[in-house]
């Protein structure tokens, strides 16, 4: 996760002035929230992957400059990302849950009418199975096959208790495609193969490609019968936690587009570039989303120079046009 200095008084100093000037600017802007003033500073064509890590890198760099961040700010964003990700992720694999009703489930324990039971127990494996990769991501222990069963045995145990966990012992094929996943004779050969990737492959890629790649690799060897998909995208988001990054969600409006280019990378010789701009693009919401908590809470005071500073000329360039 790195090591983060304390900055010194004179820059704490100057940091909780431009705090107060950010605010003040903010203020006089009643109608541009910061979260969109970051966007803007970040929009970029989506097409060009080296522009939209390189953007990243940026803000991670910002949000590095206010760690560690305070508790209020922690818990925040907690229930929002768990929310929203279940939500999405769920969604993506066909649960009718509205993002309201996820919502009520996980802070109110609040049964919504009319919807399955199987359903509700979604939404609480995947919490869980959240709660768990956020204990994993703070540890620097290997990641092996034990830890990948057991996000999804915490995903599915509720609603398939006999499949949790288990690699499946069928051929499958993917629905809708004429992909055909590996047989289920090599699983224990391709996730050996896949979770010795996993160990070594980190030190030499951006982060972010990383979990992406990691997150293509895992889902196209399919190692269950059923729930690759969130376990896979919360593999994706354990390797993203440990680097630092906030939760990444690909929402379920690009449901289609996430399919479609895992299709790609599945009938293209693995090409990822589809699917590396939908989790670029997710993973800068999520930075953005963040900093504009962080930056603006009161607890963040005396910190973050940097953000303050960049922010203050953007804005200042912008009035001078």
């Known amino acids: 996760m790195g090591q983060f200095k304390a900055p010194t008084a004179d ?32 929009s970029t064509a989506p097409s060009d992957n080296a522009i939209q890590l390189a953007q990243l890198d940026q803000l991670k760099d910002w949000l590095d400059g206010f760690r560690p961040l305070p508790l209020a700010v922690v818990s925040e964003l907690k229930q929002r990302f768990d929310v929203r990700f279940t939500y999405d992720s769920n969604a993506i694999e066909g649960n009718t849950l509205s993002l309201s009703e996820t919502e009520l489930i996980l802070t109110k324990g609040i049964t919504v009418g009319g919807k399955t039971l199987e359903e509700h127990l979604e939404v609480v494996g995947h919490k869980e199975a959240i709660d768990y990769i956020e204990t994993l991501s703070r540890l620097e222990a290997r990641i092996g096959e034990w830890e990948i069963r057991q996000i999804h045995s915490l995903v599915i145990r509720k609603i398939a208790p006999d499949e949790a966990g288990r690699y499946r012992q069928l051929d499958v094929k993917a629905a809708g495609t004429a992909h055909v996943y590996p ?10 193969e896949f979770v010795e990737w ?7 890629m951006h982060p972010v490609v990383f979990a992406t790649e990691a997150h293509y690799r895992f889902v196209s060897v399919h190692p269950f019968v059923d729930g690759n998909g969130r376990t896979g995208r919360l593999l994706m988001n354990l390797l993203l936690l440990r680097a630092g990054y906030p939760t990444v969600t690909i929402s379920n409006q690009q449901r289609l587009a996430y399919i479609e280019a895992l299709v790609q990378a599945q009938q293209t010789e693995d090409d990822l570039g589809a699917l590396l701009a939908l989790v670029c693009k997710a993973a800068s919401d999520a930075l953005v989303e963040t900093l ?7 607890d963040s005071k005396g910190k973050g120079l940097p953000f303050y500073q960049d922010i203050l000329a953007f804005l200042a360039a912008q009035s001078s046009e």
């Open 292 to 298: 504009a908590v962080v930056a603006s809470a009161a």
């Open 198 to 204: 996993l160990n070594e492959a980190s030190a030499q």
């Open 183 to 192: 047989p289920h004779y090599r699983l224990s050969e391709l996730m050996a």
């Open 11 to 42: 820059k704490r100093v100057l940091a909780t002035q431009l705090y107060e000037a950010l605010l003040h600017q903010l203020v006089q802007r009643p109608n541009r929230r910061l979260e969109a003033i970051l966007a803007e500073m970040m």
